[in-house]
């Protein structure tokens, strides 16, 4: 059915995936995807070729989304996992990184009727070097989710113009109307106080990786508070790190030039890091 191209787009149709030709097409699964209409969507990365860390919570997600937006259609999820299956068990690579698409009608699209695409581009892990020192992040003053707990690729193409993925420029942060802490433009953030671990709670998209840390975090023994933090108390916390199902924990070092504690990754970001890495390669299940 695939090709041997990393770079992957199918419409599923009733019969199942239907692979679309793409010619010349660069990037990720998010640029494959920006030409469809608007929907709700999640997007993840396999582990040991064919296998997905907790996506039944990325469907639970989805559902709610679908949901959000007064959508009456149920999420066809037989139909879905059949297809996540088969394509990611195809792919020519060792893993993927892949983003799943749900409209809210069918819709005539490269010569394919249907209301659920596929995409798939290399997966590529986070650099060595930003694991081990951290990188920088900045402030997006004007970028909001009207509706956090709705995952949107509308959202995706309004966060597009921000640069990602550098060392220097990693992630930018996304505040609430009184200065304080959200989440990322496509990522959760934590921080850690006085050894214990705080995020906001609410008005954030609700990221799967992040409820994986949450149960890590217990098992080992780490508290969990949900609290907003006020930009400017940042310079009290010791240390931060993001997180993502396509990346995993990425430490933060510094905040829009400000140093995070001691301006290198701290041992509860390593501990962290290191349990949800064992509990992925534990976990970790196929979509059948």
């Known amino acids: 059915m695939a090709t041997s191209s990393a770079l992957q787009l199918f419409a599923v149709a009733p019969e199942g995936p239907v692979e679309l030709a793409l010619e010349g097409a660069q990037g990720t699964v998010h640029d494959l995807l920006e030409r469809l209409p608007g929907g709700v969507y999640s997007a993840l990365r396999t ?3 064919n296998r997905f ?18 959508w009456k259609r149920p999420l066809d999820r037989a139909r879905l996992c059949s297809a996540l299956h088969r394509v990611v068990s195809d792919y020519p690579l060792a893993d993927a990184r892949v983003r799943f698409d749900v409209l809210e009608e069918p819709v005539d699209f490269m010569g394919v009727r249907a209301e659920l695409f596929l995409a798939l581009s290399p997966f590529v892990a986070v650099p060595e070097e930003f694991l081990r020192e951290g990188v920088r992040v900045e402030i997006a003053s004007d970028l909001h989710r009207e509706a956090p707990r709705i995952k949107t690729t509308e959202f995706v193409r309004r966060r597009k113009p921000l640069p990602l993925g550098t060392k220097e420029r990693y992630e930018h942060i996304m505040l609430d109307a009184q200065g304080r802490v959200l989440e990322c433009s496509s990522s959760n953030i934590a921080f850690v106080r006085a050894g214990a671990i705080v995020s906001a709670g609410d008005g954030v998209l609700e990221g799967i990786t992040a409820l994986v840390l949450r149960h890590v975090a217990s098992q080992l023994g780490l508290r969990w508070l949900d609290e907003r933090l006020p930009l400017a108390e940042l310079r009290s916390v010791d240390e931060a790190f993001l997180s993502s199902s396509a990346r995993g924990v990425v430490p933060i070092v510094d905040v829009a030039g400000e140093r995070v504690g001691s301006g290198h ?4 970001t390593r501990r962290l890091t290191a349990a949800y890495l064992e509990f992925a390669e534990r976990e970790a299940r196929t979509a059948q």
């Open 47 to 49: 582990f040991g070729h």
């Open 53 to 70: 860390l907790w996506l039944e919570r990325h469907l639970e997600r989805t559902e709610r989304s679908m949901l959000g937006m007064g």
């Open 265 to 268: 990754v701290g041992g509860v």
